[in-house]
């Protein structure tokens, strides 16, 4: 997906409808600091203004991913084009994501074993520092946990091995679900069973 393209496309579109960079940005209710990024090529619309977007500009959602009026010819090929780069920039992200995930468990676990340890020598003389020092690395710690259990409820989806379903589990059921690494005994929403789900991208 070019991204310049399609903000160049943007540019284009809000002049011919008559739109300064001000004026689109608070008919669409952002900052025209939002319109200048997109037009720029540095981020896509937000996916909530993108049907705003497009009937200001009288255009289809699958020519703005394409950056030109699509010809209703090839707009089966553009759409399953458009379709199959957003699917592997999302599977891209969710990498990113989950290796986020693993740093964060890391730095939080090794934040709260250097404060353990840190405190045990000063325990006797400084109780206070020492408590205070074990709390700050239990709160890291449960901050960076939560953090990296919220990554993995959305990167990606977990799989059903009944009948093969994927799907986002709510926080509160990955919260509580037994797991192996990032297996999962979760219950599919479609078939209702319980069985051990492995996370899939």
Same mark, same amino acid.
């Given at each position: 997906?070019?991204?310049? =393209?399609?903000?160049?496309?943007?540019? #284009?579109? $809000?002049?011919?409808?008559?739109?300064?960079? #001000? !004026?689109?940005?608070?008919?669409?209710?952002?900052?025209?600091? !939002?319109?200048?990024?997109?037009?720029?090529?540095?981020?896509?619309?937000?996916?909530?203004?993108?049907?705003?977007?497009?009937?200001?500009?009288?255009?289809?959602?699958?020519?703005?991913?394409?950056?030109?009026? %699509?010809?209703? =010819?090839?707009?089966?090929?553009? !759409?399953?084009?458009?379709?199959? %780069?957003?699917?592997? #920039?999302?599977? &891209?992200?969710? $990498? &990113?994501?989950?290796?986020?995930?693993?740093?964060?468990?890391?730095?939080?676990?090794?934040?709260?074993?250097?404060? %353990?340890?840190?405190?045990?020598?000063?325990? #006797?003389?400084?109780? !206070?520092?020492?408590?205070?020092?074990?709390?700050?690395?239990?709160?890291?710690?449960?901050?960076?946990?939560? *953090?990296?259990?919220?990554?993995? &409820?959305?990167?990606?989806?977990? =799989?059903?091995?009944?009948?093969?379903?994927?799907?986002?589990?709510? *926080?509160?059921? %990955?919260?509580?679900?037994?797991?192996?690494?990032?297996?999962?005994?979760? $219950?599919?929403? =479609?078939?209702?069973?319980?069985?051990? &789900?492995?996370?899939?991208?």
């Amino acid at each position: 997906m070019d991204l310049k =393209k399609i903000g160049k496309f943007i540019a #284009e579109n $809000r002049k011919k409808a008559g739109f300064s960079q #001000e !004026s689109l940005a608070e008919e669409l209710d952002i900052s025209n600091r !939002s319109i200048s990024k997109w037009e720029r090529g540095i981020c896509l619309p937000e996916t909530a203004k993108m049907p705003a977007l497009c009937k200001l500009f009288g255009i289809t959602i699958n020519d703005l991913f394409s950056g030109e009026i %699509v010809d209703m =010819k090839n707009n089966n090929a553009k !759409s399953n084009d458009n379709l199959l %780069v957003l699917a592997k #920039e999302k599977e &891209q992200k969710d $990498r &990113q994501l989950l290796t986020l995930e693993w740093a964060l468990g890391f730095i939080g676990l090794a934040s709260f074993l250097a404060m %353990v340890f840190l405190s045990i020598p000063i325990a #006797e003389s400084h109780f !206070s520092l020492a408590a205070a020092m074990f709390i700050a690395g239990f709160v890291i710690f449960m901050a960076a946990a939560f *953090f990296a259990l919220r990554i993995e &409820q959305t990167a990606g989806y977990y =799989k059903c091995a009944q009948c093969g379903h994927k799907h986002v589990p709510t *926080f509160g059921a %990955v919260f509580v679900a037994m797991h192996l690494g990032r297996t999962r005994h979760l $219950r599919c929403p =479609k078939c209702g069973q319980k069985s051990w &789900q492995k996370k899939v991208l």
